[in-house]
């Protein structure tokens, strides 16, 4: 096991809770890995952007489609959020939050806005937490 | 100047004329002039004042005091003159010296003038008159001192040594003879004055009555108004002078009396008395001494009394003083009064103080101790029950065996913390009581099997119910039961060798004694059950035999529990059919006394008063060698005395002990036993099993004889074994050696309808015995794979009938059937008989043993059944997770459709529902069970869409299944913990809501709240 790896790994992780990308619940998954499931939270975050996936399509659609079908918009981002809070991805959750608003204000533009900004912030937390398992991976081979 | 001295040594002498013995009672007194003025405006009545004269003149002539009063009197005057004549004398010599010197001066003067004379003529200096006086003066100043009257003012103008100056000179001298000779002519007067007053003065009686006068004016004026009689009486205690402010009484009724004869009432003896008493010690004293007489009523008086003594040394009577003392005393008396109550309120608030201090410290302790037991059991069951899983895991003999340790370990402090809530619930009143109906010989039974399962010496348990104890009475039969227990399980720990029974009889005015008679009531010609306890496997079980346990062979029995439910029915109803349920055509109230009774170590004599008290064991060697709280027989006492009842105990040491409770219980005439299915069943099997044997079914004698490690292989029983919960959970061994035939055996049905968790609790500890003695069973056992487990479901039910030759045991549970359940929660239904015989056989082939198979029973039935509704993936794997971290294992369904379909199809403990769901919601989901709940069916649920699926394996018909259903706990998992949220939760019927993501903290508060 390489020290120097495992500190840096440390250190990201402190980072992505510091910046606000993650925030308690990740930690409840770092506490269900156990022998049988080592990679329970990979495993958990990998389900979470399968599954995500095709929530954000259907959202895609229904912005394109019906912009101000702000119920149904509402009643995915809902799923979406509870998804995102189970995997702890705060960033994520808080635009969750802000689009849910806009729905609740019936602004379609900020909900468009919105959506482009929680698209990103996935997008971000994929990358940083790719990069997080990567390098957690290889420190403790 | 004289005459003023003469005063003062007047007064001087006045104030000494006092005699010394009246202490401190001295006569100060002003000059004789300065306070006539005062005296006179007083008016001094002096009729309180009545004296024998006669008496008083003998008093002053032949008591010592008087006589040396008087002494005193007289030497006094006497010496006041001394000092005047002194005075005079010294007056005199004064005069005289005087005298001298002036006849000394006037013999100078001569010499001077023969001086003179002489100088005259031989000096003839011529001296200046002034020179002269300059040169003079030195030269006579010896002289001039010795002269009385100076001659300073001499002053001679003429030339010294002139006629004129000697003839001025001359007259000087003549003038000063002249004075000197008036002063002594006014000396002489002065002393003829003196003289003359030393004879007006000559007569002393006159002044002493004068003082005496002064001294009596004063001692009235003090006197006047005090509330003091002085009194003087002789020695035959005669009043000779009485001085009384307030009399009462003329002067011929009180001199020359006694005090008794002047009045009486209380007191007067006492005053008497204590007067003769000072008179006869000579010692002068003072008492208080209450009157209460007719002259003057109610009054205390403190009394002084002193002997007075003739001059001889005699007592010739007593002075006496009083002073009334009547309000001091009675505002004494207040005060001490007044002092007393504060001193006794003090006390009493002091006292109070502790007590409430005590209280409130004892309620405060009560309240940690019931909240740290509570605390402490939730954590504790948790670590008993992952205990009693990992049992059930692949683990090897030492693992076990250490696991074993830990499980009884847990349970015996799960015991103590369950006996601290209970009394805790006792006291506070929380505990209610319940009517129901049960069967005393069924409980006493019940109660013997259990301790016989878990016994562990070599002890006959036995148990008797008197004829007259009816079939069914009512109560609370969870406390009766809980008592039966504590006291049996009391009597087993302290006996080792001898017997533990039960003795149950009808209390009537005239039969207390019946317990006596039932001694002897174990006989040949009642059904005799016998249970052997076998070492290796402990299991509960009783072999039905008629004879005693040496018994070998049986015929083929018959038993009714084939089939069950529908054949004990009838066996109830003919046995209901007997006497006993016509003896009472109303319900009535009958007073059951119950014996617990051992040969054991017994109970010394110093410890019975404290033997009911909470903590107290009879010694602290008993608690070090037994071990225990001491709390079992306080929560007995206090479950009793709740119940109306009373339990007391009679014991002699190492002889054994007795302990007696009685109850009353309500009779009821009719015995309704088709609502009390399971506790019928159970009856029946055993009135079936009698029925073949012996008619006697009213009466019950158990005996449960000591295991005979021995004689396993000789012994030939058909082992049955039933706990003793309504919810019966029982199962039947029988094994045959010799390849003998069978009698046919079968599982008493368990139909547990209820999932009272006490129950399951006491279901557990049932059959914990056998489950810890695995270990020790399989070592004996021939067979290793014999180890049954029985699953036992609550609301499952089993019907197994078992018709092998060679039957060990039977197990009943999917892990037995090979099946590794992963999900324990699964419908359990052994309805399939193949399968069971298909075992059967298989172990058949394994172990032709001839001893006895090892059964353990698991009751995974404690381990709640949990439904997750979910339809988020990563909720469902992370809940799922985290359930098995804790031990659970739980159903997962994915939306509200499946959620109502689960439910119909078997029961859970613990429904968690998501709120948002597709398809049906979750507050739709709950709403349907709800209904379901309620009502008894799915019309709701038909109506909303989902098809009411018949679940395969349970019997359609069952009304029980679907009937008697608990409100299942529903529990909302929301994505916003919104106020508004929650009232939804609460408005659709669920019990409570936790907020997502689901935490370990939420679900653990859930599960603890909701399950444990």
């Known amino acids: ?141 | 100047m004289e005459n003023n001295n003469v005063e003062e040594m007047d007064i001087e002498s006045l104030s000494s004329m006092w005699p010394e013995d009246i202490n401190g009672k001295q006569f100060n007194i002003e000059k004789p002039g300065a306070d006539q003025a005062m005296l006179e405006d007083i008016f001094i009545i002096e009729e309180p004042k009545i004296v024998d004269f006669k008496r008083l003149v003998e008093l002053t002539n032949y008591s010592e005091k008087g006589s040396s009063q008087l002494a005193y009197l007289v030497k006094n005057w006497e010496y006041r003159q001394a000092y005047a004549v002194r005075l005079l004398r010294e007056e005199l010599d004064t005069l005289s010296k005087q005298k001298q010197e002036s006849e000394l001066k006037e013999l100078e003067i001569t010499e001077e003038h023969r001086f003179e004379q002489e100088s005259y003529g031989g000096d003839k200096r011529p001296i200046s008159v002034l020179d002269e006086e300059y040169d003079i003066l030195p030269d006579f100043p010896r002289k001039i001192k010795h002269v009385v009257v100076e001659n300073k003012g001499l002053e001679i103008e003429a030339d010294y040594d002139t006629v004129i100056y000697w003839k001025q000179r001359a007259r000087h001298l003549e003038e000063l003879l002249e004075a000197s000779i008036q002063r002594e002519q006014i000396l002489v007067e002065k002393l003829q004055e003196s003289i003359k007053n030393l004879e007006r003065q000559s007569s002393p009686v006159e002044e002493l009555s004068q003082i005496l006068k002064r001294a009596d004016h004063y001692l009235h004026f003090i006197l006047e108004t005090a509330p003091v009689t002085i009194g003087h009486q002789d020695k035959d205690l005669r009043y000779r002078f009485m001085y009384n402010p307030y009399p009462s009484l003329q002067e011929e009724e009180i001199i020359g009396k006694t005090d008794a004869e002047i009045f009486t009432g209380g007191g007067v003896k006492e005053v008497q008395d204590f007067k003769r008493e000072v008179l006869e010690k000579g010692l002068p004293a003072k008492r208080e001494i209450t009157f209460e007489t007719q002259l003057f009523g109610a009054k205390t008086f403190l009394i002084y009394v002193e002997p007075v003594f003739s001059k001889a040394g005699e007592t010739i009577g007593v002075n006496y003083m009083g002073m009334e003392i009547t309000d001091q005393v009675r505002k004494r008396e207040k005060m001490a009064k007044v002092r007393e109550e504060i001193a006794v309120q003090k006390a009493k608030e002091s006292e109070l103080n502790k007590t409430i201090h005590i209280t409130e410290e004892t309620m405060r302790a009560k309240e940690v101790l019931a909240t740290m037991s509570h605390e402490i059991r939730s954590p504790l069951s948790g670590v008993v029950s992952m205990a009693e899983i990992l049992s059930t895991t692949n683990i090897d003999k030492e693992q076990r065996q250490i696991l074993k340790v830990m499980l009884s370990t847990g349970d015996l402090i799960l015991q103590l913390i369950n006996d601290i809530l209970d009394l805790s619930k006792v006291e506070s009143g929380v505990l209610k009581l319940e009517a129901t109906k049960f069967r005393p010989r069924e409980v006493v039974k019940g109660v013997l099997q259990t301790a016989a399962g878990s016994l562990q010496k070599v002890l006959t348990l036995e148990g008797h119910v008197a004829d007259d104890v009816p079939v069914q009475v009512i109560g609370d039969i969870l406390q009766i039961r809980r008592i039966l227990n504590n006291l049996i399980s009391n009597a087993i720990k302290y006996t080792h060798k001898g017997k533990v029974g039960i003795k149950l009889y009808k209390i009537t005015a005239l039969s207390c004694d019946l317990r006596e008679g039932s001694k002897g009531n174990i006989t040949a010609d009642r059904s005799v059950f016998s249970a052997i306890i076998r070492e290796p496997d402990k299991c509960l079980s009783l072999s039905q035999s008629g004879s005693d346990l040496n018994g070998f062979l049986e015929g083929p029995r018959k038993n009714s529990h084939d089939d069950e439910p529908e054949t004990p029915v009838i066996n109830g109803a003919s046995m209901d059919g007997g006497e006993e349920n016509h003896r009472h055509p109303s319900e009535t109230t009958m007073w059951i006394g119950c014996d617990v009774y051992d040969t054991g170590i017994g109970i010394p004599e110093n410890a019975l008063p404290t033997l009911f008290k909470k903590y107290m064991q009879v010694s602290a060697d008993t608690a070090r060698k037994y071990g225990g709280t001491g709390l079992g027989l306080a929560i007995c006492k206090q479950l009793v005395e709740l119940m109306g009842g009373h339990l007391t105990v009679s014991s002699q040491e190492h002889r054994g002990s007795t302990f007696t409770f009685v109850l009353p219980y309500k009779v009821s005439p009719q015995c309704d036993n088709s609502d009390d299915p399971d506790e019928l069943s159970d009856m029946n099997g055993h009135d079936a099993m009698l029925d073949s044997h012996d008619d006697d079914i009213s009466s019950g004698t158990f005996i449960f004889g000591p295991r005979m490690l021995g004689s396993l292989s000789s012994s030939s029983s058909s082992a049955r074994a039933q706990n003793q919960l309504p919810n019966r959970v029982a199962f039947n061994a029988t094994h045959k050696l010799n390849g003998l035939s069978d009698d046919p055996t079968s599982f008493p049905g368990s139909s547990m309808p209820s999932k009272e968790v006490n129950s399951l609790k006491d279901a557990c500890s049932a059959v914990d015995g056998p489950a810890t003695s695995c270990q020790q069973e399989t070592s004996m056992m021939q067979s290793p794979d014999s180890n049954y487990k029985v699953t036992v479901g609550s609301e499952r039910e089993y019907q197994h009938k078992e018709y092998g030759q060679f039957q060990d045991t039977f197990k009943v549970s999917t892990c037995s059937s090979g099946v590794e359940s992963k999900e324990v929660s699964e419908k359990v239904r052994l309805t399939d008989c193949q399968e069971a015989e298909e075992i059967q056989e298989r172990f058949e082939r394994s172990s032709q043993c001839s001893s006895s198979k090892g059964q353990e029973i698991i009751e995974s039935k404690l381990k709640p059944r949990i439904l997750l509704v979910e339809d988020n993936k990563i909720n469902v794997v992370v809940a799922q997770s985290m359930m098995t971290r804790m031990g659970h294992k739980i159903d997962v369904v994915n939306n509200g459709v499946e959620a109502v379909r689960a439910v119909q199809s078997s029961s859970y403990d613990l429904i968690l529902m998501d709120v948002c769901m597709p398809v049906v919601d979750g507050l739709q989901a709950t709403r349907l069970i709800r209904s379901f709940e309620e009502m008894g069916n799915w019309d709701a649920a038909v109506k909303a869409g989902i098809e009411y699926q018949v679940p395969q394996n349970t019997a359609p018909n069952d009304p029980q299944l679907n009937l008697l259903r608990n409100r299942i706990p529903i529990i909302g998992m929301t994505t916003n913990a919104l106020s508004e949220s929650a009232d939804e939760c609460f408005a659709n019927g669920m019990d409570s809501f936790i907020s997502k993501p689901v935490t370990f903290q939420n679900l653990k508060e859930c599960l603890e709240q909701y399950v444990m």
């Open chain 1, 1 to 141: 096991m390489d020290r120097n790896l495992q500190r840096q790994v440390a250190n990201m992780r402190k980072s992505l809770f510091d910046q606000g990308y993650l925030d308690e619940q990740f930690i409840q998954l770092e506490d269900l890995r156990d022998d049988a499931n080592p990679n329970f939270v990979e495993e958990i975050v990998t389900l979470f952007y399968t599954d995500s996936a095709k929530l954000i399509r259907n959202i895609e659609n229904a912005l394109e489609n019906n912009p101000s079908d702000f119920e149904r918009l509402d009643d995915y981002m809902q799923q979406f959020k509870g998804r995102s809070s189970s995997i702890g991805a705060k960033k994520v959750k808080t635009e969750c939050s802000q689009f849910r608003e806009y729905c609740k204000a019936g602004n379609a533009e900020g909900c468009i806005r919105t959506f482009q900004q929680l698209k990103q912030e996935l997008a971000t937390l994929r990358r940083k937490l790719e990069t997080y398992f990567e390098m957690a991976r290889q420190a403790n081979t």
